[in-house]
Structures are given as structure tokens and as C-alpha cells.
């Protein structure tokens, strides 16, 4: 697994060293539910919707779902099948919060909460337009091997290849359920988020 260089300090290292997945489970069921929207997908067919909420979430604890070796990266980085369950996992310990928030700001539209988290594309990640966030220059923090060769060697379009060796900080999490068809529910798979998984294990970012 991987460790960090000099860019990060090192009482930073120790506490993310030390994080297990259980902490990153239970630091995003404490999260505060900020927003949440039935997102239409407008541009491939807008009878197409999804569940998606904003999180904040504690500093540390975004630090130990994005930075730590055990934390949510870490689970894909030790493979395509451990982190999907483990994004599984996360799914199901919040999933009840998540609708109970739907169910009090939009009643309306709750009914579509429950099936689109438990789509096999739904997923937890970092907000990616959080302000802040990324870092001014290319100083990486991150050693890992497999990662430093693929951001070094692979151009993949769409994706910052050298973004999985940044540890970034901040306070927002997204939670994205699959996509549904509006009027049956039913499970409409989104082609391009196919390497998800492959992406995380390989580049650590997607």
C-alpha cells in the first residue's frame, strides 16, 4: 500500500496510518446531509434520473476517506472487487439517513432515493468543485507505485492521472445513485462510468 513523502506532515501520516475502513464508515454516517436533488440526465435522455446528495463532512474524516491507505481509495487500490464492496458497504450504513432527509425536504421525490443508491453504480466520492481543494502546483504527497507509473505513462481522457497522488483536503462528499428510468424505476446503466473501478485501482482517481 502506499505512504507518503515529505509534503505531508508527519503527524498527518501517523493518524491516516492508523485509520481502518469501520472509521471511514462512521465518520460519513456522521456527516451533515447538506442537499439533495433528483438530478434528470439531461443530456443522454432526461427521462433518465438519479438520487444525489451533498455531504459535509469532518476534516479528518474527508482525510481518511480520500488519504488514508485504508480509506476508500485504498479499498480499490487493493482491487476492483474489494473496493466495490466496500463502496457497497458505505452505501447501505447511510442509505437510511439519506431517505429520511429526502423523505422531510422533498416527499415528492423520495420514492426514487432507496432504488438509485442501491444501483450497482451508485457511489460516495469527493466533490470535485469544492474550492480549495487541489493543490497550486504538481508537488504530489503520495507514494505509490502503480499510480506514479500509470500518471506517469497512460493519458486517459476526462481523467487527471496524476490526481490520485495528491492528498487533498476538504469537507464535501458527494453521494451519486444510479440512474433510473423516471417512470419504472428500473436501472439505466451509464456506459461511461464502466472503468470506474479500474480507474480507482489503477490511477487512484476517475
Given at each position: 500500500m502506499w505512504s507518503f513523502n515529505a509534503?505531508?506532515?508527519?503527524?498527518?501520516?501517523?493518524r491516516?496510518?492508523?485509520?481502518?475502513?469501520?472509521?471511514?464508515?462512521?465518520?460519513v454516517w456522521s456527516g451533515n446531509i447538506k442537499a439533495f436533488v433528483l438530478e434528470p440526465r439531461e443530456k443522454v435522455s432526461p427521462d433518465e434520473v438519479r438520487a444525489a446528495f451533498l455531504l459535509e463532512v469532518a476534516p479528518d474524516t474527508y482525510d481518511a476517506f480520500y488519504n488514508a491507505p485504508n480509506g476508500y481509495r485504498g479499498q480499490y487500490a487493493q482491487s476492483e472487487a474489494v473496493g466495490a464492496t466496500a463502496n457497497k458497504s458505505l452505501l447501505h450504513r447511510i442509505e437510511h439517513r439519506l431517505y429520511s432527509f429526502a423523505?422531510?425536504?422533498?416527499?415528492?421525490?423520495?420514492k426514487y432515493v432507496m432504488p438509485s443508491l442501491r444501483c450497482a453504480q451508485a457511489k460516495v466520492w469527493v466533490d470535485e468543485d469544492e474550492s480549495g481543494i487541489w493543490p497550486a502546483g504538481e508537488q504530489t504527497q503520495i507514494v505509490f507505485a502503480r499510480w506514479e507509473y500509470a500518471a506517469n505513462t497512460y493519458k486517459v481522457?476526462?481523467?487527471?492521472?496524476?490526481?490520485?497522488?495528491f492528498a487533498l483536503l476538504g469537507t464535501r462528499l458527494v453521494v451519486l445513485g444510479g440512474w433510473l428510468d423516471?417512470?419504472?424505476?428500473?436501472?439505466?446503466?451509464?456506459?461511461s462510468k464502466r472503468y470506474r473501478a479500474e480507474e480507482l485501482h489503477c490511477l487512484g482517481f476517475t
Open positions: 509534503n505531508v506532515a508527519p503527524e498527518r501520516v501517523q491516516l496510518m492508523a485509520v481502518t475502513f469501520g472509521d471511514v464508515i462512521s465518520g423523505e422531510t425536504h422533498k416527499p415528492e421525490e423520495a481522457e476526462g481523467v487527471r492521472t496524476k490526481a490520485g497522488l423516471r417512470e419504472t424505476l428500473e436501472e439505466r446503466y451509464e456506459h
